[in-house]
């Protein structure tokens, strides 16, 4: 419970009627009689214009600078500072943080390690209020905490580290993206390196490249090949993949390599906490990865979802994985966004890609005709094409980046956020 008449790392003045909360948000539409609302500025508005509407939907306290019924008060302008005061002193009681970033796989990875360690895990945000609001809430728990912690700028890492203080940093992966602010992969590759100052730090099999012994001393490897916790015998059928660790064997229904690595991930976290890892392997073939993260959708013809997000490494993986499939292979890829002005090269090699590992390939909105031989300028231009197309025994992989920002009129147009053609592929199967 959240008592904003507890003893707090910061100066405010609980009103008499704030109440406990069970948990804490930044998004006012949550707020409810057990969520309480934290009031802080935004790129375009501050949350101080949704206080009334926060206590209107019962929140039992609001943490602000306004003088409203049921507000743990703060100086002006110390919202945001009292929340991060707030959440390092709720972090500092748990036993066990794991941090992952990475340019792709973060989530994916995220619940394999948290499903290892039987842990509480940040949601789908990953925003520095979201982390401290889960911080908050959590972070006094006895059960490890796992916090995904993406950037898009330089000096995030940084404070994303000195807020969630990882006792263990992972690095998933290391490629293009967020590249309009990040500049360069040698950029990234050092911004995102920033969660290896923890006690210790992990990265997956790709990364490894970029984190050299002499570069950062002790940092260890997993996944499976030339590495310092390899998984071993991986098998990737249309079934899933399977394999061993420490002589344990794991199977993951309807996994690629990129679940497979994320799971060898879990095993090397748990067996570092003395875990034994026989239960560990039963908890890891139960992950489900939430939609949109190379989700299979088995039926008369398979759709694979991985429409949630992209960039040119994440892109490349799931065409490699949809290589690997049996039948007639079908890539459907919208824009990558944020990659600057390397942008169109980047999705040509990533539709260069694609016709070397799918049998037909689409392209959709910008970029439309590097990504794929069928190029159509707006979505349902494409579904139009593609429903008719798709038959009996094809496997369809469907990615792009969100653009969660944009008007639904010019995600159709610019060929973002695929989740509309994943949605017609399943309606129309019809099974």
């Known amino acids: 419970m959240l008592d904003p008449h507890a003893t707090l790392p910061f100066a405010a003045t609980p009103h008499p009627d704030a109440g406990g909360a069970h948990r804490l948000t930044w998004d006012s539409r949550e707020a409810g009689p057990e969520v309480a609302f934290v009031a802080l500025p935004g790129e375009r508005m501050h949350g101080n214009a949704f206080v009334e509407a926060a206590l209107a939907n019962g929140a039992p306290f609001v943490l602000t600078d306004l003088d409203v019924p049921r507000a743990l008060r703060v100086p002006e302008g110390q919202a945001q500072q009292a929340l991060f005061a707030w959440a390092r ?77 990882p006792d263990v940093g992972v690095v998933t992966s290391i ?5 309009e602010q990040l500049g360069s992969v040698e950029n990234i590759a050092r911004e995102k390196g920033g969660i ?31 590495v310092t916790h390899p998984g071993q015998h991986l098998q990737v059928t249309p079934a899933g993949a399977q394999f061993r660790y420490q002589g344990v064997r794991v199977e993951l229904p309807l996994a690629a390599p990129v679940q497979a690595e994320a799971a060898v991930l879990g095993l090397v976290l748990a067996e570092q906490a003395g875990l034994p890892l026989e239960p560990v392997a039963r908890r890891l073939a139960e992950v489900s990865v939430p939609a949109g993260r190379y989700r299979v959708h088995p039926g008369r013809y398979t759709v694979i979802d991985d429409a949630y997000n992209a960039s040119p490494l994440a892109v490349k993986a799931a065409l490699d994985a949809l290589h690997a499939q049996p039948g007639r292979r079908i890539s459907v890829l919208g824009r990558m966004l944020e990659l600057g002005p390397t942008e169109r ?12 590992r799918a049998d037909l390939t689409y392209g959709v909105g910008a970029y439309a005709a590097e990504l794929g031989e069928r190029a159509f300028p707006t979505v349902p ?41 994943v949605e017609a592929l399943l309606s129309a199967r019809g099974d």
């Open 89 to 165: 002193q709720e972090r500092a009681k748990n036993p066990l943080v794991v941090g992952i970033t990475g340019s792709a796989g973060k989530t994916t990875a995220k619940s394999y390690a948290a499903a290892a360690l039987e842990a509480h895990y940040m949601p789908v945000f990953n925003t520095m209020p979201a982390i401290a609001c889960f911080l908050v809430e959590f972070g006094a728990s006895p059960r490890p905490l796992v916090v995904e912690m993406g950037i898009d700028r330089v000096g995030e890492m940084a404070e994303l580290v000195d807020l969630v203080r």
């Open 175 to 179: 490629g293009p993206a967020h590249l």
């Open 196 to 226: 290896l100052q923890a006690a210790r730090g992990l990265v997956g099999a790709q990364a490894a490249a970029y984190y050299p012994p002499d570069t950062y001393p002790g940092v260890e490897s997993y996944g499976f090949g030339a």
């Open 345 to 356: 090269a980047l999705h040509a090699e990533v539709g260069a890609h694609a016709r070397q």
């Open 381 to 421: 231009e494409l579904l139009e094409h593609l429903l008719a197309e798709v038959r009996s025994g094809d496997v369809v992989l469907v990615k792009a980046s969100r653009g969660l920002s944009w008007t639904p009129e010019r995600r159709a147009q610019e060929g973002v956020g695929l989740d509309v053609v």
